[in-house]
C-alpha cells in the first residue's frame, strides 16, 4: 500500500477530508522557497494534532510541525513526510492569565494583551509567525523572551502522548529549548503577563513596529535573522550580533541566483524572486565560510533547514 494511502487510511472521514496533499512549501513559509510537502494536515485543536501524529506514526513519515512558516528554508524537493500546520487560534484572558492555542500569530496576542490592560508582551510587538513558533524556539529581542512569560505548556511528545508541563520542563534558553530538542510539540500555553504601565507599552509597541518597518524587509520575502547572536565573552554580557561579524566581511554585496543578503541588515537573506533552496544554501554557506576565515568564528544557523523529508524508496 502507498505511505500516502496508509497515512489517510489511519483517519477518520472528517480529518482525511482537512489533509492537502502537494502543498508548495513556498506558499507556507515567509521565504517563498519550497516544493510540494506530501501532506500538509491543518490542525485547529490538540485532538486533531494528536491524531495527525498518531497517523504519521503508524505510516513510518516523519513529522514536522509548522506554524507561520517564518524561519524555515524548505527544500526545492519539497517534504516527504507530514507537515503539521498548527492553525488554532483560541485564546482567553482571566486576569494577568492568557490561555492561548499554538497557531495564533503572536502579535495578535501582543495586541490582544495590550486590549485586555497587561502590558508586558510589547517588546515582542511585529515578530512573524505563531505563538507556538515563538515558544519552541524561544523567540525575543530588546531584552526579553516568551520564555519568560510561560507558566505551563500543553505539548505532544514525540510519542503521541498529550501533557500539560511546566516553564522548567520547557527549557527554555537563548533562542531554544528542551521542547524542540525532544521533538515535542506545542499545543497550548498559558502565560501570566504583568500588567505594567499601558501607556508606555502602546508607545514601545509602536517604536517597536516603526524599527521593523525601517530595518527588516518588508517587500521582500526573508526568514528573519539567518545566523544566531554569538555566546557573549563573558558570561552575564551581552551576546555580539553576528549582523555585526557579517557587515565586516561585505556580506551585504554577496548573492546566489536569486538569493540576496538584506541591503539594511547583513544577517538577513531575502528571496529577490525565483531562489532556490539550493541558492540560499550556498549564499548562506558563504556567509559563513567568510566570517570564520576572518575571525575564526563559526556561526551557528537560527533558521531551521526542513530538508527532504523522508528518502524516497
Ligand atoms: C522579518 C522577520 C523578523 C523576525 N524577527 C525576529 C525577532 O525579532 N526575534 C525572533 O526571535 N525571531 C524573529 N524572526 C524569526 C521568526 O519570526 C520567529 O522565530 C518565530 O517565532 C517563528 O514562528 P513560526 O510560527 O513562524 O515558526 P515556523 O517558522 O513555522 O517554525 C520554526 C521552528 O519552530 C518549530 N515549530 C513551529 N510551531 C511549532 C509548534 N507548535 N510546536 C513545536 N515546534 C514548532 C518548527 O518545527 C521549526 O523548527 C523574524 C522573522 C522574520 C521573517
Given at each position: 500500500?502507498?505511505?500516502e494511502?496508509?497515512?489517510l ?15 508548495p512549501l513556498?506558499d ?15 490542525a485547529?485543536?490538540p485532538?486533531?494534532a494528536?491524531r495527525?501524529h ?7 513519515w516523519p513529522l514536522?510541525?509548522?506554524?507561520g512558516?517564518?524561519?524555515?528554508l ?18 482567553t484572558?482571566r486576569g494577568?492569565?492568557i ?6 500569530g503572536?502579535?495578535d ?5 495590550l486590549?485586555?490592560g497587561?502590558a ?6 511585529g515578530?512573524p509567525?505563531t ?12 531584552g ?6 510561560v ?7 514525540r ?8 516553564p ?7 533562542r ?7 521533538g ?6 498559558v502565560?501570566q503577563?504583568?500588567a ?5 507599552a502602546?508607545?514601545?509597541r ?8 525601517a ?10 535573522s ?10 552575564g554580557e ?9 557587515d565586516q ?6 548573492r546566489e541566483g536569486d538569493a540576496a543578503?538584506?541591503a539594511k541588515?547583513?544577517?538577513i537573506?531575502?528571496n529577490l524572486?525565483r531562489?532556490?533552496s ?5 549564499l ?5 565560510a567568510?566570517?570564520?576565515e ?13 530538508g527532504?523529508?523522508a528518502?524516497l524508496?
Amino acid at each position: 500500500m502507498p505511505i500516502e494511502d496508509r497515512f489517510l487510511d489511519r483517519l477518520p472521514a472528517a480529518l482525511r477530508d482537512r489533509v492537502r496533499c502537494g502543498v508548495p512549501l513556498r506558499d507556507l513559509t515567509t521565504l517563498r522557497v519550497g516544493g510540494p510537502a506530501a501532506v500538509v494536515c491543518p490542525a485547529d485543536n490538540p485532538e486533531q494534532a494528536r491524531r495527525f501524529h498518531e497517523a504519521a506514526l503508524h505510516a513510518g513519515w516523519p513529522l514536522f510541525a509548522l506554524g507561520g512558516g517564518s524561519n524555515v528554508l524548505a527544500d526545492d524537493a519539497g517534504y516527504r513526510g507530514v507537515v503539521l500546520h498548527l492553525t488554532g487560534c483560541d485564546c482567553t484572558v482571566r486576569g494577568d492569565t492568557i490561555t492561548v492555542s499554538a497557531g495564533l500569530g503572536l502579535d495578535d496576542l501582543v495586541a490582544r494583551s495590550l486590549g485586555e490592560g497587561l502590558a508586558g508582551l510589547a517588546f515582542a510587538s511585529g515578530i512573524p509567525g505563531t505563538v507556538g513558533g515563538a515558544l519552541a524556539g524561544n523567540a525575543g529581542c530588546y531584552g526579553h523572551e516568551i520564555g519568560e512569560f510561560v507558566r505551563e505548556a500543553v505539548v505532544l511528545t514525540r510519542d503521541g502522548d498529550v501533557r500539560r508541563i511546566g516553564p522548567r520542563e520547557c527549557g527554555f534558553r537563548y533562542r531554544g529549548t528542551a521542547l524542540r530538542d525532544e521533538g515535542a510539540i506545542l499545543l497550548e500555553a498559558v502565560l501570566q503577563v504583568p500588567a505594567g504601565d499601558l501607556a508606555a507599552a502602546a508607545a514601545e509597541r509602536a517604536l517597536h513596529l516603526a524599527d521593523r518597518l525601517a530595518k527588516h524587509p518588508v517587500t521582500e520575502p526573508s526568514a528573519g535573522s539567518w545566523f544566531r547572536n554569538l555566546e557573549p565573552a563573558v558570561p552575564g554580557e551581552r551576546r555580539r550580533a553576528a549582523g555585526e561579524l557579517l557587515d565586516q566581511v561585505g556580506a551585504k554585496a554577496m548573492r546566489e541566483g536569486d538569493a540576496a543578503v538584506f541591503a539594511k541588515h547583513a544577517n538577513i537573506i531575502v528571496n529577490l524572486g525565483r531562489a532556490g533552496s539550493g541558492d540560499v544554501r550556498r549564499l548562506a554557506a558563504r556567509m559563513q565560510a567568510a566570517v570564520r576565515e576572518r575571525f575564526g568564528v563559526d556561526l551557528a544557523p537560527e533558521v531551521r533547514d526542513l530538508g527532504p523529508g523522508a528518502p524516497l524508496t
